[in-house]
């Protein structure tokens, strides 16, 4: 389950229309039509990445009257923010093992000795 949400969640960030908007959306909450307002689309195609973006649980959308609004819904990001933060942690790891290792490499007795060759 875990993944499916993952997958729906970097589905609906990997369109830069939808990014746009939820960028938008941070600065609170908008109409359907203040939403999609800076894109050369129709609001049912507008309308169509919302939905998309509420099915992966990014943002929620509430009918009051004729105006639908839409607003973030942050713990959303939770799965994806956690498995990015699992992922970079363990880069970070790995590049610091070999960084240690590279250390290692200058200070050991067989690079010395290369060095010390050329130095003949």
Do not use: Y
Request: charged share 30%; glycine share 8%; hydrophobic share 35%.
């Amino acid at each position: 389950m875990l993944h499916q949400s993952l997958d729906a969640v970097f589905h609906a960030l990997s369109d830069a229309t939808r990014r746009a908007m939820i960028e938008k959306l941070g600065s609170g909450p908008a109409s359907v039509s203040e939403l999609g307002s800076p894109f050369p689309m129709s609001l049912s195609a507008i309308g169509q990445h919302i939905q998309l973006l509420e099915e992966a649980g990014l943002v929620r959308t509430e009918k009051t009257g004729r105006t639908r609004t839409v607003q973030l819904a942050p713990a959303g990001l939770t799965n994806a923010e956690r498995w990015l933060e699992s992922h970079k942690s363990r880069w970070e790891r790995r590049f610091d093992r070999l960084g240690a290792l590279l250390d290692d490499e200058d200070c050991s007795p067989l690079t010395k000795r290369k060095k010390g060759k050329h130095h003949e």
